[in-house]
């Protein structure tokens, strides 16, 4: 039996939180079909009134924006790396030149 949608999204926000996306993308794929399961099984009347798209939408909305926050902000600490490293070694080589 499927673990429950609601286990499965908070797994997945932690995972996503966590910066885990490996963990994240295989949860997104349990949690999608957790979703499909539970919609099958209902009635056409639990449908109408169900808050289970809005909620689905919502969290993977989340979950993207999130991860392509992470992911900008990665690229701006090694593009912070980089800049210091070039630093240190401008300064490595001027403290060589300038002992000759």
Do not use: C, F
Not at 1 to 16: F, I, S
Not at 39 to 68: D, F
Request: hydrophobic share 40%; aromatic share 4%; proline share 4%.
């Amino acid at each position: 039996m499927p673990q429950p949608p609601d286990n499965l999204a908070r797994d997945l926000r932690a995972a996503v939180l966590v910066g885990d996306h490996l963990q994240a993308t295989r949860l997104a794929g349990d949690y999608a079909q957790a979703v499909r399961h539970q919609w099958e099984h209902m009635s056409k009347e639990e449908r109408a009134s169900s808050t289970i798209p809005r909620q689905s939408r919502e969290l993977l909305t989340w979950a993207t924006g999130v991860t392509a926050m992470q992911h900008k902000m990665a690229g701006q600490h090694l593009a912070a790396l980089e800049m210091a490293h070039r630093y240190l070694s401008a300064r490595a080589n001027y403290a060589r030149s300038a002992a000759l």
